[in-house]
């Protein structure tokens, strides 16, 4: 998840843009550029690390230096990256140029058929400077170009797939800037004989209050005058901008209160954008960017996960998704635990190491060990360029872009898309799944982003009612069993650490064996019972439960009305293959622990006594 933002008008544009990416730099921020054009020419600077290594390079001082005053440029499009495709270097920052540097673009998202068309760009004699998927778009203007830079961008717009937003840049066009969504945010800044495109309003809320939203599909046209907006197809779209009314701290979460509010909102993006371009066909999952050995997953004995918190609890799904379709055991271990117990691990075992930071010392120690038992390791992360990924060997990276809640959310769900790949992809290796269930699990894959924002926008309301029906609670306990489990650990989780309610998670078949004297009246009991094989015996826990008068809350599969029979309250989630409903129940839970905490006035962004990256051993 990046950042993007244009300006054309008529004030020298560097430090507006410049600012604007200040503003966006919760999206990330591993490296970032901008490219200004004038006088016919582009002038484009990228620097690798935060913004403030940008400011130095374009000679806007802090470094002790004077600043260099602002170059005349009106126009120009500015960049902060969260990388996914191309290591953090300045060659991968934005803004990329085209052959001849005439067209320069910025880009949000992820291009998925990105290495057909460099094959057939590269075919045409065009050469790329970057590894970027990004840089594919300013090449397919250049191709389309034939005087008129949006009818070009319509075009190059045609040719892509993926989940992206774009502005683009011409050399022989001063006045003019042109945009695209399809999926990422973009949205146009309307000011006096000015305009702004960016990825989100906080990057010119200081310059104009003015908004005008750019839907899925379309192309917006930006001159100093204002916007037109079209569709694919070219014809106009009619769209009146609207007057935003945001504080300062709301601008700086994206008009949201919280973080995390945000970012779980976030989740159906971070999970389209992990899965895009590696479900390239509808029956092949693509993880060659492992570089693993393919003779190796064939043949390995075992996997071993190793994580801590919440990356622990996608571990736990993974699992059963790995063992159910790949048929491979798989041994989970806390981190902290695995790294003192002198595991027993060898030359045929694969060891992944889940860590959204990166940076988890248990987690990279643990990943240590097993390397130099001679495993094969293998980090599961979401930040580019981190620790974890100089302690493996083969590296998958999620791509929730960055996250600011000390409470994981949209790591989580990411994570597990992730794990989900990662079963699929063994077992096609291993032959252990007929052709016609990959395809099966692939189009299931394929949906969740919109079952993901689907649950997000129909169990608001329910759960907020149960929040405030035991928002004083002192006890929460959360049961599940198989898929279920893990869900029932992260709600738990969830609820410790942002509302500071003590909440356990137990395998509900575990109950009768001894918890099951913590329940009264006043324990509040959740209950993942979402549709799975074994979803009578999770009713049996549920009526054994209920029988002490505790209110039972239950997570449901929609159609599945004996779920709501036995339970007080029901929560439904829409229908999935059920080995991957632990991403949409999970969601409930979120919110859950998020409302209470609301409700008890807690800062749910930063916890007491909780760093959102534990380095310490
Ligand atoms: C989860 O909400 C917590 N922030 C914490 O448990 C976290 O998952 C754990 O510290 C692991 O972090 P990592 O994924 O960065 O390694």
Known sequence: MCGIVGYVGKRPCRDLLINGLQKLEYRGYDSAGISLLADGEIDSVRAVGNLANLRVAVGMGTNG????????????????????????????????????????????????????????????????SSETDAEIVAHLIEKHYSGDLT?????????LRGHYAFAAMHAAHPDTLVAARQECPLVVGMGDDETFVASAIPAFLAETRNALAIENGEIVTVTPDGATVTDAAGASVARKSEEILWDEDAAEKGGYATFMRKEIDEQPDAVAETIADRLPDKDRVDLSELELDPEFVRSMRRIVIVACGTSYHAGLVGRYAIEQWARVPVEMDIASEYRYRDPVVSSDDLVIGITQSGETAD????????????????????????????????????????????????????????????????????????AERVAELIAELRNLPSKIQETLDSVEERVKAVARAEKDGTFFLYLGRNVGLPVCLEGALKMKEISYIPSDAYAAGEMKHGPIALLDESTPVVCVATDSPILDKVLSNVEEVRAR?????????????????????????????????????????????????????????????????????
């Open 363 to 434: 987690t990279l120690a643990a990943m240590r060990l097993a390397r130099e038992k001679g495993a094969k390791v293998m980090a599961l992360t979401n930040v580019m360029g981190s620790q974890a990924t100089r302690d493996a060997d083969a590296v998958l990276f999620t791509r929730a872009g960055l996250e600011i809640g000390v409470a994981a959310t949209k790591t989580f769900v990411s994570q597990v898309a992730a794990m989900y790949l990662v079963g699929l992809w063994v077992a096609q290796q291993r032959d252990a799944l007929p």
């Open 65 to 128: 230096d004077a600043p260099v005053a602002a170059p005349s440029a009106t126009i120009g499009l500015a960049h902060t990256r969260w990388a996914t495709h191309g290591r953090v270097t300045e060659e991968n920052a934005h803004p990329h140029g085209d052959c001849s540097d005439e067209v320069h673009i910025v880009l949000n998202g992820i291009i998925e058929n990105h290495a057909e068309l460099r094959q057939d760009l590269r075919g045409d004699g065009h050469v790329f």
């Open 549 to 617: 008068g505790a209110d039972v809350v239950s997570i449901a599969t929609e159609g599945t009305p004996r779920v709501a029979e036995a339970s007080d309250l029901t929560i439904e989630v829409p229908r999935t293959d059920w080995l991957l409903q632990p991403i949409v129940a999970v969601l409930p839970l979120q919110l859950l622990a998020y409302h209470v905490a609301r409700m008890r006035g807690l800062n749910v962004d930063q916890p007491r006594n909780l760093a959102k990256t534990v380095t310490v051993e």
């Open 151 to 159: 009818e070009a961008v319509r075009s190059a717009f045609g040719d």
